[in-house]
């Protein structure tokens, strides 16, 4: 989709630093870290949210948890992390192409605020 940041990412239009890329998902640095970890995995796929999805894209999302579990284990913080995903405005999504926030090296609070 033209017009859409995370788009642009994976097409290198905007620089990112990459974390993990395969066929399907791009992983790279969150620009405003909120954890010691925090990496944004997203399908290449456009797809616009969570509640966009359409039972066609279930495997696409499960391959960015599967892409989220490689990189924590790489990172050395699989004993607690945390993958999120905001889902509408009113719980902070603020750029509308799906993705997992990966969040580590931490303790996690719950619940998250
Ligand atoms: P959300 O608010 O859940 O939609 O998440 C969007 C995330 O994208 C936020 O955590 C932002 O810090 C992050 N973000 C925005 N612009 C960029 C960028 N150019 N590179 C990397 N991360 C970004
Ligand atoms: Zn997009």
Request: aromatic share 8%.
């Given at each position: 989709?033209?017009?859409?940041?995370?788009?642009?990412?994976?097409?290198?239009?905007?620089?990112?630093?990459?974390?993990?890329e395969?066929?399907?998902?791009?992983?790279?640095?969150?620009?405003?870290?909120?954890?010691?970890?925090?990496?944004?995995?997203?399908?290449?796929?456009?797809?616009r949210?969570?509640?966009?999805?359409?039972?066609?894209?279930?495997?696409?999302?499960?391959?960015?948890?599967?892409?989220?579990?490689?990189?924590?284990?790489?990172?050395?913080?699989?004993?607690?992390?945390?993958?999120?995903?905001?889902?509408?405005?009113?719980?902070?999504?603020?750029?509308?192409?799906?993705?997992?926030?990966?969040?580590g090296?931490?303790?996690?609070?719950?619940?998250?605020?």
């Amino acid at each position: 989709m033209s017009d859409c940041l995370f788009c642009k990412i994976i097409a290198g239009e905007i620089p990112s630093k990459k974390v993990y890329e395969d066929d399907y998902v791009y992983a790279f640095d969150d620009i405003d870290p909120k954890a010691p970890t925090h990496v944004l995995i997203v399908p290449k796929k456009h797809i616009r949210g969570v509640k966009e999805a359409t039972e066609q894209d279930a495997e696409i999302i499960g391959r960015c948890h599967v892409a989220a579990a490689r990189i924590a284990r790489e990172r050395n913080i699989e004993n607690g992390y945390r993958t999120v995903s905001n889902v509408g405005p009113g719980a902070g999504q603020s750029v509308f192409h799906l993705h997992v926030h990966l969040l580590g090296g931490r303790p996690l609070n719950w619940p998250p605020g």
